[in-house]
Nanobody
């Protein structure tokens, strides 16, 4: 079974930083975008940031200027650098791979990010 391997979550104080990583197995093909979503308790899963095959990025308004998504093509890894974290950023963060041609997406297992003093 093909899995996206996430790491980097944890507990951090408000104003702190974390970096999430997601290794995408090379067996996954026709990748349109790699991204990060999050889901807080009682809320729907929402897009945080994604980077397209072209290199174009987009971000949720709530994280613009604080979060940065990057990728390392040599390592087939996508990162989410999260700075100036706020309590409202607390959620389970999921890595996502979206593919072309209507092929199924892939999801990671999720990593917990908790921002609290």
């Amino acid at each position: 079974q093909v899995q996206l391997v996430e790491s980097g979550g944890g507990l951090v104080q408000p104003g702190g930083s974390l970096r999430l990583s997601c290794v995408v197995p090379r067996i996954i093909f026709s990748i349109n975008a790699m991204g990060w979503y999050r889901q807080a308790p009682g809320k729907q899963r929402e897009l945080v940031a994604r980077i397209f095959d072209s290199g174009i990025t987009n971000y949720a308004d709530s994280v613009k200027g604080r979060f940065t998504i990057t990728r390392d093509l040599a390592k087939n890894t996508v990162y989410l650098q999260m700075n100036s974290l706020k309590p409202e950023d607390t959620a389970v963060y999921y890595c996502n791979v979206a593919r072309y041609y209507g092929l199924d997406d892939y999801w990671g297992q999720g990593t917990q990010v908790t921002v609290s003093s």
